[in-house]
T-cell receptor
């Protein structure tokens, strides 16, 4: 059973456009992480959010944790080709000894 | 810091053969995870070790899969016998003192994976 659903699954946009990726669940998470994975490599951590309503910024990337800690979003401003990759959210429910990864959003930014 | 090192990068084998995947943790890390990634099922946790002890192996598909940590810095994932449905990219990841509910303190560091193809 997939606890974390991400949308959209695929996104192809032009350089300079803005986009938002969503990560939704019916479960409450004690923390949520966002990773980016490039072809042929493993996922790399971008950010961790812990507090409901928390907003974190990483250059052109803005991450938000939902107030109820069941969902999160990633907003990219003025996307660049270097943002291309698979974006994964991963949640920790606090009771299971593991991180559960979302279904992923595959982003392609074209020149 | 060399990061998590996995070998081989690619493995092609015939159905029924034994496959062994290897992983070297980041020095000082004591939590080790094996994940499998496919287009259909995404990234799935197979097994998690802490201080060389298996903590959660509920994701291991069946008895054909086994994982070990012969020492604190090295792990193997073995599939015997392999089947075509085992074809996937297998990742290991390490962290320092991973603890459910406090994973924000110990993010996962992934290797670059082993792409396994079973024909």
């Amino acid at each position: 059973t997939q606890l974390l659903e991400q949308s959209p699954q695929f996104l192809s946009i032009q350089e300079g456009e803005n986009l938002t990726v969503y990560c939704n669940s019916s479960s409450v998470f004690s923390s949520l992480q966002w990773y980016r994975q490039e072809p042929g490599e493993g996922p790399v951590l971008l950010v961790t959010v812990v507090t409901g309503g928390e907003v974190k910024k990483l250059k052109r990337l803005t991450f938000q944790f939902g107030d109820a800690r069941k969902d999160s979003s990633l907003h990219i401003t003025a996307a660049q080709p270097g943002d291309t990759g698979l974006y994964l959210c991963a949640g920790d429910t606090g009771t299971a000894s593991k991180l559960t990864f979302g279904t992923g959003t595959r982003l392609q930014v074209m020149l | 810091d060399a990061g998590v090192i996995q070998s081989p990068r690619h493995e092609v084998t015939e159905m029924g053969q034994e496959v062994t995947l290897r992983c070297k943790l980041i020095s000082g890390h004591n939590s080790l995870f094996w994940y499998r990634q496919t287009m259909m099922r995404g990234l799935e946790l197979l097994i998690y070790f802490n201080n060389n002890v298996p903590i959660d192996d509920s994701g291991m598909p069946e008895d054909r899969f086994s994982a070990k940590m012969p020492n604190a810095s090295f792990s193997t994932l073995k599939i015997q016998p392999s089947e075509p449905r085992d074809s996937a990219v297998y990742f290991c990841a390490s962290s320092l003192d991973f603890l459910a509910g406090r994973s924000y303190n110990s993010p996962l560091h992934f290797g670059n994976g082993t792409r396994l193809t079973v024909t």
